[in-house]
């Protein structure tokens, strides 16, 4: 079992800052990919950023140029700095990992950018 707890989340002003912050514990041998997906209310979970071990992120074109996703394979964490906000962007924020094919999720952060 993995557990994910994420840490960051808050409400900001449109063009302000937030930086989110996931740990990974339990068994975490051989997590491949790390990321965020986040869910508005009324839409469907969507891919924010991930990365898989040794490689490069992967961005969804909402956030690219906004955010960047950042790893550290020995500590198991993941971090997301999310720059130049908008209205948009409001959403629950989960952190994700993935182990020999199997997911995982934690609990989630809200994220409210105000206009």
């Known amino acids: 079992q993995v557990q994910l707890v994420e840490s960051g989340g808050g409400l900001v002003q449109a063009g302000g800052s937030l930086r989110l912050s996931c740990a990974a514990s339990g068994n975490t041998f051989s997590l491949n990919f790390m990321g965020w997906y986040r869910q508005a209310p009324g839409k469907q979970r969507e891919l924010v950023a991930r990365?898989?071990?040794?490689?490069?992120?992967n961005y969804s074109d909402s956030v690219k140029g906004r955010f960047t996703m950042s790893r550290d394979n020995a500590k198991n964490t993941v971090s997301l700095q999310m720059n130049s906000l908008k209205p948009e962007d409001t959403a629950v924020y989960y952190c994700y990992a993935d182990q020999m094919g199997r997911p995982y999720w934690g609990q989630g952060t809200q994220v409210t950018v105000s206009s």
């Open positions: 990365i898989p071990r040794g490689g490069s992120t």
